[in-house]
């Protein structure tokens, strides 16, 4: 039986659908139940529905005149061993896809080595460190290299009121950049410079 014959079975143990659509599955049915491959429990009632309906290929008005039952109650004896085979082959179905997935692996938890506060106090001062390395390297360009007695000699044992003090830094002094375009010399010494030279050519032009 294939997915469709199931669910074909299902509709009509769930009261969905009409005996007429389940009529071609019957004798599948009452084989597997009589040669106990269907180990379904049934009634004598509903045992002798089977065969009539799926061994002998008789109708249900045929079933009603042999068992001398209503119509109704041989139908309702029928679907309560159709819905008890159904739940069989279904449970027999979902069995085999079970055993057809792979298995599932435990997985054992097993604790941290170490602990979650140590941890993170170790990863806080691998970060300090690395900051501390960063400033140290930026911050050399303005360390002060004076001693006790440098500091005592611009101090002259009194702390100045603006609270700034003086040193003599034993570092060369940067060269200030030029400013391309401009001359150094004065205003002043330009202006001495240009009467001279009016005064000369006055005086040679007098001669």
């Known amino acids: 039986m294939d997915a469709h014959d199931m669910k074909r079975l299902q509709k009509y143990a769930n009261n969905l659908v009409d005996i007429h659509l389940i009529m071609d599955l019957v004798p599948f049915l009452a084989q597997a139940y009589f040669s106990q491959k269907l180990p379904a429990t049934l ?6 529905i089977l065969v009539c309906l799926g061994l002998q290929h008789k109708t ?29 082959l279904r449970a027999t179905e979902e ?15 097993l604790p941290h080595a170490q602990d979650l506060d140590d941890d993170l106090a170790e990863a806080a001062d691998e970060v300090k460190a690395k900051i501390r390395e960063t400033l140290a390297g930026q911050l050399d360009e303005y360390a ?52 001279n030279s009016a005064s000369k050519g006055k005086k040679h032009r007098q001669r």
Do not use: C, W
């Not at 041989?74 to 819905?83: G, I, M, P, Q």
């Not at 002094?173 to 202006?191: E, I, N």
């Open 43 to 48: 009634s004598y009632g509903q045992a002798a």
């Open 95 to 109: 069995a085999a896809v079970e055993r057809s997935l792979p298995k599932v692996v435990p997985v054992h938890m």
């Open 60 to 88: 249900v008005d045929d079933v009603k005149a042999i068992l001398d039952l209503p119509a109704n109650q041989v139908l309702a004896l029928f679907n309560k061993s159709v819905r008890k085979m159904h739940g069989l």
């Open 144 to 195: 002060i290299e004076a001693g006790d007695d440098d500091l005592a000699e611009a101090l002259g044992n009194k702390v100045p009121g603006t609270g700034v003090v003086s040193l003599k830094s034993s570092k060369p002094a940067r060269a200030k950049p030029q400013t391309p375009g401009k001359d150094k010399t004065s205003k002043k010494q330009r202006r001495s410079e240009g009467k």
